[in-house]
């Protein structure tokens, strides 16, 4: 059944003894070095998804739908969250629910509060609010739900000591197939998997418009021969790899950093697979593997370019610019993005949600001493941010500037990269059967 929309303010992942263990476990976090950095505020205040009218009717909100087709608006990145409580499969590693791991288990209640989930209902509730936030969109556009495989290990066993989580293919499937004016999908199959092939006509049938990998935590070496009959079934069936590449902070799983060295990617794209680079590789560094495995240390995006100015790869290789503007990704990387116009229109939109109801996670006074937004558009965003993470998000890269130059429309228009939206020609309908 479809749930019932209501204008409300939903109770906070945070009881009175989690928000206290939640406090105490800051400490370890900043000590790990990782990415919390308090700077706007703490928790997101979960008000109203639907901006006040005054924020509807803003100049700068009119602004951001300018000059763009609301039918190619899709939102490649968002990612589904919940603990299981629904039936839906979701399952969370023990870890990110254990004080014994006090950076795994605070980074999860971010995730909880960044999506304004409820303690007793986590899937309902996270449910609810993003079919929430979608209305405060143009009808036309859409939001792709990932789903995310387990680890495997090279047999081909599946390995959930080494799995952050998982979000089933018939789960994210399932809400497509309910709500096809909201949701679009994205398969995650490991190519380790045993029954590889096999799931992935499953997920092609059953309408996901692209396969998502997360190399670093899932454990999968893009690189690897192991890949290539997944590759070829790819290339066969015309599915593109939405595919993370850089460090991965948000995630832990299986630890493998080294996978997620852009270069690793030629042999899918060799392969004839479309590709499409998460945060085009925007943060840590990689081997120059080009120079062989003892290759100098270089940053991933300056590798993720390497690979963009190749002819060879144009027409294949794309980069998504969820992330982007995250407070630990260097300045020349944003600027570069925006005033490199030839590569616009190999750039697609994604917001990474929940990541940007995360508070910490960015700073506008950062963005605005970098004079890539104005004091008025900052304070604009501010109060956008805290009813509506992923209009937040959409908003803050449609008002980007580095000197003169802006991201061109285009790279909005994400459907764009996927094929062709229903109801506009060249659309081939796809059969709704279950995923597996």
């Not at 100015?309 to 503007?325: D, H, P, W």
Request: with cysteine; net charge positive; charged share 25%.
């Amino acid at each position: 059944m479809r749930p019932q929309l209501k204008a409300r303010e939903p109770e906070w992942a945070f009881t009175q003894v989690h928000r206290r263990h939640f406090l105490a476990s800051l400490t370890a976090l900043g000590a790990s070095g990782c990415w919390f950095r308090p700077g706007q505020g703490l928790l997101n205040p979960c008000l109203n998804p639907q901006p006040p009218d005054r924020l509807k009717s803003h100049e700068l909100a009119q602004q951001a739908f300018a000059d763009l087709r609301p039918e190619y608006l899709w939102d490649d990145h968002v990612h589904l969250l919940g603990v299981g409580d629904s039936g839906s499969g979701i399952w969370i590693n023990p870890a990110m629910q254990s004080l014994a791991h006090p950076v795994q288990y605070t980074q999860f209640r971010f995730y909880l509060n960044a999506s304004c989930a409820e303690k007793d209902r986590a899937d309902h509730s996270f449910l609810l609010r993003l079919l929430a936030l979608k209305q405060a969109f143009p009808v036309a556009s859409r939001f792709m739900l990932l789903a995310f495989d387990h680890s495997y290990d090279k047999s081909g066993q599946r390995r959930p000591d080494l799995s952050a989580f998982h979000v089933p293919n018939e789960f994210a499937a399932r809400l497509h197939r309910e709500y096809p004016e909201h949701f679009e999908w994205i398969a995650s199959i490991h190519p380790y998997r045993k029954d590889a092939l096999e799931a992935l006509t499953r997920a092609a049938k059953s309408g996901a418009r692209a396969i998502k990998w997360l190399p670093p935590a899932m454990g999968m070496d893009p690189g690897a021969v192991l890949c290539d009959g997944f590759y070829e079934a790819l290339a066969r069936l015309g599915l593109p790899l939405l595919v993370h590449a850089g460090d991965e902070k948000a995630v832990h799983g299986s630890g493998k950093q080294e996978f997620g060295n852009p270069l690793l990617l030629r042999r899918p794209l060799d392969h004839g697979v479309r590709v499409i680079v998460a945060h085009c590789a925007s943060l840590g560094q990689g081997r120059d593997l080009d120079k062989g495995p003892g290759g100098p240390w270089l940053s991933n995006f300056s590798l993720f370019k390497r690979l963009l100015n190749e002819a060879r790869y144009e027409g294949r290789l794309f980069g998504e610019i969820s992330a982007v503007t995250q407070r630990n990704r260097a300045k020349g990387i944003l600027a570069e993005l925006i005033e490199t116009d030839a590569w616009h229109s190999r750039l697609v939109n994604g917001s990474d949600y929940p990541l940007p109801g995360v508070m910490p996670l960015f700073s506008l006074r950062k963005l605005r001493r970098e004079k890539f937004i104005t004091t008025a558009e900052a304070s604009a965003l501010t109060e956008v941010r805290r009813h509506n993470a992923i209009l937040f998000d959409f908003m803050l890269k449609r008002l980007l500037r580095s000197g003169s130059k802006r991201f061109s429309p285009s790279v909005f228009e994400s459907r764009r990269i996927y094929g062709q939206p229903e109801g506009l020609p060249g659309t081939q309908s796809q059969p709704q059967q279950g995923a597996g």
